[in-house]
T-cell receptor
């Protein structure tokens, strides 16, 4: 069975600092990997996804993530945090079997301090 | 292009009642899936529909059911509501090919009292 572990339920950074949100996955087959962001009282918005090809994936709002198969990781980074980045971030995995089922991590709430 | 639309956005129900939530996917999307989000359990997959057929189902009791219509619109129903069913219910749609982007709606907030 697939699973996703997000290290740190809360992460706090200063504005302008590096953002690093950690995600490790477990999958018996090559996975597809996703990062979603959720702002208060809203649905989920896709930041970026990895399916095949280049392991460094660039997304919206300056975020990027690198798929490292040997470490089963897909950490999300942003060089310089902005106040508007404060939100909850979810890492998710799906398999390539044709299903659209996503397995989500528990989420990491990002706080950006002025 | 309109996004995934869910109705109603907010509702309050009493224990023992039943509720139906509706989802209109993005035009052209044939796959619709449903998720339950709670503070304790996080985001959990309920079920997925494609071409009016349930293609995948999560680990929820039979009180939770869904269906998809020929126009790809979907409904989910929860019967005999329990307090623990209070949650944000998210609908998502996609073109239904593995790896395609899955787009989420704003969700339906259900409170059971």
């Amino acid at each position: 069975a697939q699973s996703v572990t997000q290290l740190g339920s809360h992460v706090s950074v200063s504005e302008g600092a590096l953002v690093l949100l950690r995600c490790n996955y477990s999958s018996s087959v090559p996975p597809y990997l996703f990062w979603y962001v959720q702002y208060p009282n809203q649905g989920l918005q896709l930041l970026l996804k990895y399916t095949t090809g280049a392991t460094l994936v660039k997304g919206i709002n300056g975020f990027e993530a690198e798929f490292k198969k040997s470490e089963t990781s897909f950490h999300l980074t942003k060089p310089s945090a902005h106040m508007s980045d404060a939100a909850e971030y979810f890492c998710a995995v799906s398999d390539q079997g044709g299903s659209e089922k996503l397995v989500f991590g528990k989420g990491t709430k990002l706080t950006v301090n002025p | 292009k309109a996004g995934v639309t869910q109705t109603p956005r907010y509702l309050i129900k009493t224990r023992g009642q039943q509720v139906t939530l509706s989802c209109s996917p993005i035009s052209g999307h044939r796959s619709v899936s449903w998720y339950q989000q709670t503070p304790g359990q996080g985001l959990q997959f309920l079920f997925e529909y494609f071409s009016e057929t349930q293609r995948n189902k999560g680990n929820f009791p039979g009180r939770f059911s869904g269906r998809q219509f020929s126009n790809s619109r979907s409904e989910m129903n929860v019967s005999t509501l329990e307090l623990g069913d209070s949650a944000l219910y998210l609908c998502a749609s996609s073109m239904s090919a593995s790896g395609n982007t899955i787009y989420f709606g704003e969700g339906s907030w259900l409170t059971v009292v």
